[in-house]
């Protein structure tokens, strides 16, 4: 009996996969790890920055609470200085939360001659040499 040479080259091919195909399968593969890797790195770190973001809103409603809490003849609050001719910047204490230093800074300016004076609190850090800032703002009436 003989076999056809065309049948003989078929089975050969059917038996399993080459060298090549291995490789470009491993690449892809490989591919795919590492972009799931990277994903997994930038979920991360944007969940850290959302922590320090979270963080210094939390410092700036404390000294919001703190100064709301202030007669507006407080020195903090520019005391009895007239405030048309510009705001009042007052430095405030600097925070540690979470191994992150938070400088709290308020900006006092008054607002028409209501008698009202809008307070600005910044808090400022800093993250790998970035820096980063949020404000919040309130209006503090006569008491």
């Given at each position: 009996m003989k076999r056809k040479q065309g049948s003989k080259e078929l089975s050969r091919r059917e038996n399993g996969f080459t060298l090549v195909e291995l490789a470009v399968a491993i690449l892809v593969f490989s591919l795919?790890?590492?972009?799931?890797?990277?994903?997994?790195?930038?979920?991360?770190?944007?969940?850290?920055?959302?922590?320090?973001?979270?963080?210094?809103?939390?410092?700036?409603?404390?000294?919001?609470?703190?100064?709301?809490?202030?007669?507006?003849?407080?020195?903090s609050l520019g005391g009895e200085a007239d405030l048309s001719d510009g705001p009042y910047q007052h430095d405030g204490p600097t925070q540690i939360q979470r191994n992150m230093v938070f400088k709290t800074q308020w900006l006092v300016s008054q607002v028409g001659t209501t008698g009202l004076r809008q307070v600005d609190v910044q808090v400022s850090w800093e993250e790998k040499g970035t820096p980063h800032a949020i404000t919040l703002s309130f209006i503090k009436g006569k008491q």
């Open positions: 795919g790890i590492l972009g799931i890797a990277k994903l997994q790195m930038m979920a991360v770190q944007g969940n850290a920055f959302s922590m320090q973001i979270t963080e210094g809103i939390c410092v700036a409603q404390n000294s919001i609470e703190r100064l709301m809490d202030l007669p507006q003849t407080s020195t």
